[in-house]
């Protein structure tokens, strides 16, 4: 038996050792540095995790580093003392091209090194969100390579979208918040509002919806939509026709499961659960591709075919947000129905203004099947006056842009409806025989934009985007040749009466922000 002096020198000297070797592996462990995949639970608990790689160095206290994917390329810094991390996003400068655009707040995370794994919190604009972030190899960080793309070619023309697509669409009001009962609800209320009957026909699902795959490769949705063919089913007992999302990338713009290497195996799932429509987001793509006009198109191109090699008739919706001048040819070429021109449109004045007015150059662009789109409507979501939604309700009309709603039907004001549902203005949108709104005048926020219909007819809009009433007018000579010596037919699409001309023009007090919007016929 050992002497109790033996057994505690043992003790110290196995104690020192490992000590020793405990303080080494903690300063190992300590050691922040290198790439790391953090996963967050989306919300609603939709059973699915959004994935942010980043890079973190250590240098003593200090972190510093980058967020690799998604979002790419913004800086983070932050603080490791006391066991404690501290990380956050370092906002880019102010871009001074769009001066009115809010800087982005810094995301900021807090936390705890436990077992090598970093157990995060982040507290932002969604509330409390708890992450995980494992260590992992800089090839995991990188995008997936890049898969061959088709030979380009013209898709033919699927003969869809003859007007401009009227609809709703889950974005604008509810961003991941979207569930099978409120597209439901959405359904009935369309028909309960009037909207369908009104030509307010596809109810479309964005972003969010989509699980992952199962074991043969299948897209699924995710618990926020048991089952996409009975909810088509439903959609479609309404009289209605429904719409869904994906993104050519390997995630969408969301950080869900995208159809990256799946474009074909997609379109028949899409097909199979009666899906009419389809919203194709470019998002995680631009990681893999370059974004000029031929990659761009071969990758549109491939979903394009994929849907018509369906057989069933779905309206393809271009979603990269102008890139590459879309509009000038090879998004039809693609198969698009429409493409979007823009960026996202926000529920305020200077986003709907600034996008609104700056698509009219574009508006020659535009044919039957294949439409400009400014993005979806924001009427009624809360953020602008009457005069505003009317502006944009009057402008989109204007453009033959899509209406597509973007507000909770269920709960509309009558004064939002009688924006929504107002068919004079509803018509122009829809005038069968496509001729494009030409710029009249433009003087210091004053516009006067004119639309030729096919009746004869033309439709000016007055619009004032000052930030007081404005006294406008609109001369008779503006009129087409047509109306030359003709007794005029004067009309107010938003009062619903019949209006008169002051001597040789129209006149008008237009409230700031405002419209007049006037039919003309030859009598
Ligand atoms: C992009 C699109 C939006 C919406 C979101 C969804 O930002 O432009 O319209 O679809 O993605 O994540």
Redesign the pocket.
């Given at each position: 038996m050992k002497s109790p002096r033996s057994l505690s020198c043992t003790c110290r000297f196995w104690c020192a050792v490992f000590l020793l070797v405990g303080a080494s592996s903690a300063v190992h462990a300590q050691n922040l540095t290198g790439y790391w995949e953090l996963r967050t639970p989306n919300i609603n608990n939709d059973g699915t995790f959004r994935e942010t790689f980043f890079h973190i160095e250590q240098a003593g206290e200090t972190l510093s580093g980058e967020l690799i994917r998604y979002p790419r390329g913004i800086p983070i810094t932050g603080t490791y003392s006391d066991g404690n991390i501290h990380l956050v996003t370092v906002p880019p400068p102010p871009n001074p091209a769009m001066p009115q655009r809010p800087a982005r707040p810094p995301i900021a995370w807090d936390g705890k090194l436990e077992d090598g794994k970093l157990q995060l919190t982040s507290n932002g604009r969604m509330g409390e969100v708890h992450g995980v972030a494992e260590k992992v190899t800089k090839e995991a960080t990188e995008p997936p390579a890049a898969l061959p793309l088709p030979e380009l070619k013209d898709v033919p023309d699927s003969g869809l979208a003859r007007t401009p697509p009227m609809g709703w669409?889950s974005?604008?009001k509810f961003?991941g918040r979207v569930d099978d009962a409120a597209v439901r609800g959405m359904a009935d209320a369309m028909v309960l509002s009037g909207m369908r009957d009104a030509g307010y026909i596809y109810i479309n699902i964005?972003?969010?919806w989509e699980l992952g795959r199962d074991e043969r490769g299948n897209l699924v949705s995710n618990k926020k939509f048991p089952d996409m063919r009975a909810l088509a089913d439903y959609v479609h007992s309404k009289g209605l026709k429904i719409g869904i999302?994906s993104s050519p990338g390997p995630k969408?713009?969301?950080g869900?499961e995208g159809s990256y290497g799946h474009e074909l195996q997609d379109a028949k799932t899409f097909a199979s659960w009666g899906i009419d429509y389809l919203?194709y987001?470019l998002?995680s793509d631009l990681e893999i591709y370059k974004d000029d006009a031929p990659t761009l198109q071969a990758i549109y191109q491939q979903m394009g075919e994929a849907l018509q090699s369906t057989q069933r008739p779905i309206v393809y919706s271009l979603?990269e947000?102008g890139r590459a001048q879309v509009w000038t040819g090879w998004g039809a070429k693609a198969g698009g129905n429409l493409w979007?021109t823009t960026?996202?449109?926000s529920d305020n004045w200077e986003s709907m203004d600034r996008i609104g007015f700056s698509q009219i150059k574009l508006a020659p662009y535009a044919s039957p099947g294949h439409w400009n789109d400014p993005?979806?409507l924001e009427i009624g979501n809360g953020g602008m006056t009457a005069d505003e939604y009317r502006t944009h309700m009057s402008l989109w009309s204007l453009l033959a842009a899509p209406l597509i709603a973007g507000n909770d039907l269920r709960s509309m004001t009558d004064e939002t409806k009688s924006i929504l549902l107002n068919r004079e203005v509803i018509a122009v949108d829809q005038d069968p025989d496509y001729k494009p709104v030409t710029s009249v005048s433009t003087d210091s926020g004053l516009e006067v934009l004119m639309r030729p219909l096919h009746d004869g007819s033309v439709v000016v809009g007055l619009f004032n985007r000052t930030s007081a009433p404005a006294a406008m007018s609109f001369p008779r000579a503006e009129l087409p040749a047509s109306f030359v010596g003709r007794k005029l037919g004067v009309r107010d699409l938003w009062k619903h009466e019949v209006a008169q001309m002051q001597g040789d023009s129209f006149t008008a007090t237009v409230p700031s922000h405002g419209v007049a919007l006037i039919g003309f016929t030859a009598e």
């Open positions: 669409n974005w604008n961003a964005d972003d969010t999302y969408t713009c969301a869900y919203k987001d998002c979603c947000y979007r960026g996202d449109i993005d979806m």
